[in-house]
């Protein structure tokens, strides 16, 4: 593995310096196995897991704030911005949350204040420190008709609980830029749900400042010109706009293949391809696009190793399982150094 001393290369963080921020997902495990990796290329972090309901709250008189407090002192000590990961999701959510002392359903007035109070405990604590939070994180429907997806949440309160958990994190800090965030962003169907949802919030006057595109994309999808739609769709709102998760699997997501231990030449100069040309279109909405995350840092550490595979590897960032720069990294610093 490298050595701090072995990092010569630009950082992404200088390379990108004019455009947005460059951040990692990290983890207590690998803010240790990547620290070099992380404090030279990155400027930017958001916790993978550490900062969701189940993580933080796992009873409703208990708090534990150990892990989540390990990455906020990472991002000090290396002086990075942070992203809080999430307040408000359908899963990784405590069941307690939800019912009363009999097991049965809470009433909405008592899952609101629970709400209340998750949100002012938490985002009061970190207000020093985190400067975006992604207060609620996939409610929209992936397929039909329906607006937004069937949840514990949804069942509840309504579709109102949504303005109200950014209600509580702006009072709890009116600094924090407050984003709704979701995956298969670029994807028409849902694209057009995200912006109605959205939309419907700021002319509620809901305290909204942002739409958080995950990026979960592949080598072969999205389109291009899905990504490009889809972002100037959501910047028509106003919003700034971060990609908050993003990589590039070497599959697609239907793609089922097992035969490969390491990753293929020819595989490798695509996804080179591809983070070119997605990096390309991202600096052309720089104005509008205020901070890019990868959902990891290197190929070491993925959440794609298994899924949605058992037992297969990915590798989907630019730096590679011994931290060494990927082709997909040299075509990108060509390309900008270029332009």
């Known amino acids: 593995m490298r050595q701090a001393s072995d990092y010569t290369e630009p950082a992404l963080k200088t390379i990108f310096a004019e455009d947005f921020k460059i951040g990692a997902a990290v983890n207590p495990m690998t803010i240790q196995s990547q620290e070099h990796l992380l404090a030279y290329h990155f400027n930017s972090i958001t916790a993978e897991n550490e900062m969701k309901f189940e993580s933080l709250h796992p009873l409703e008189d208990i708090y534990n704030f150990k892990l989540a407090d390990q990455l906020v002192a990472f991002a000090r000590k290396h002086h990075m911005a942070m992203r809080g990961h999430t307040l408000v999701w359908h899963n990784q959510t405590t069941d307690w949350l939800f019912e009363d002392k009999k097991g049965g359903c809470v009433s909405k007035e008592t899952l609101l204040a629970r709400l209340k109070s998750h949100i002012q405990t938490v985002v009061g604590r ?28 949804l069942d509840i309160v309504g579709p109102e609980f949504i303005g109200k958990a950014f209600e509580f994190a702006h009072e709890a800090d009116p600094k924090a830029l407050l984003f709704y965030n979701d995956y298969n962003e670029s994807n028409p169907l849902k694209r057009d749900k995200i912006y109605k949802m959205v939309k419907s919030l700021l002319e509620q006057g809901v305290p909204i400042h942002g739409v958080g595109l995950q990026a979960h994309w592949n080598l072969y999808d999205p389109d291009l010109d899905e990504i490009r739609a889809a972002i100037e769709k959501y910047a028509s709102l106003g919003l700034q706009l971060q990609l908050t998760e993003l990589d590039v699997s070497m599959f697609r997501f239907d793609d089922k293949r097992m035969d490969l231990k390491v990753a293929p030449a020819e595989l490798l100069e695509l996804q080179a391809e591809r983070y070119e040309a997605m990096f390309a279109l991202l600096k052309e909405y720089r104005d509008v696009i205020s901070s890019v995350t990868f959902w990891g840092a290197a190929d070491d550490y993925t959440w794609l190793d298994g899924f949605p595979v058992r037992g297969r590897k990915n590798w989907p960032f630019l730096f590679d399982e011994r931290h060494n720069p990927k082709p997909a990294y040299h075509q990108l610093l060509n390309a900008v150094t270029k332009s």
Do not use: F, H
């Not at 207000?127 to 409610?139: G, L, S």
């Open 126 to 153: 970190y207000k020093e420190d985190i400067y975006a939070w992604d207060v609620v994180n996939e409610v929209i429907a992936d397929e039909g008709e329906e607006l937004l997806r069937q949840s514990k949440w």
